[in-house]
Nanobody, 115 residues
Framework: EVQFVESGGGLVQPGGSLRLSCAAS????????MSWYRQAPGKERELVAT????????TYADSVKGRFTISRDNDKKMVYLQMNNLKLEDTAVYYC????????WGQGTQVTVSS
């Protein structure tokens, strides 16, 4: 069974940082690109960042480019999202998944940016 468990969210002031973690199971993690998504209240889920299987090539939504960094550890089956210089508009529930799987969604981890 495909599963994702996200953690690391919290309440942070604008300009602050958080590091999100995602534990994946139920599939061959090292064979899949991995992504972080987020969903803000009243909005659709959006793609935030992706890291490829080979060479760890990363891509980001324009809104987070230069502030967020996605990384992965294939041995631990983990994917991470380092978020720096957080803004109010980054407030959302953050999820991880593989773009080509898109099932087994976890509960996500809440990130709230507020002064």
């Amino acid at each position: 069974e495909v599963q994702f468990v996200e953690s690391g969210g919290g309440l942070v002031q604008p300009g602050g940082s958080l590091r999100l973690s995602c534990a994946a199971s139920g599939f061959t993690f090292s064979s899949y690109h991995m992504s972080w998504y987020r969903q803000a209240p009243g909005k659709e889920r959006e793609l935030v960042a992706t890291i490829t299987v080979r060479f760890d090539i990363t891509t980001y939504a324009d809104s987070v480019k230069g502030r967020f960094t996605i990384s992965r550890d294939n041995d631990k089956k983990m994917v991470y999202l380092q978020m720096n210089n957080l803004k109010l508009e980054d407030t959302a529930v953050y999820y991880c998944n593989a773009p080509s799987i898109q099932t087994g969604w976890g509960q996500g981890t809440q990130v709230t940016v507020s002064s």
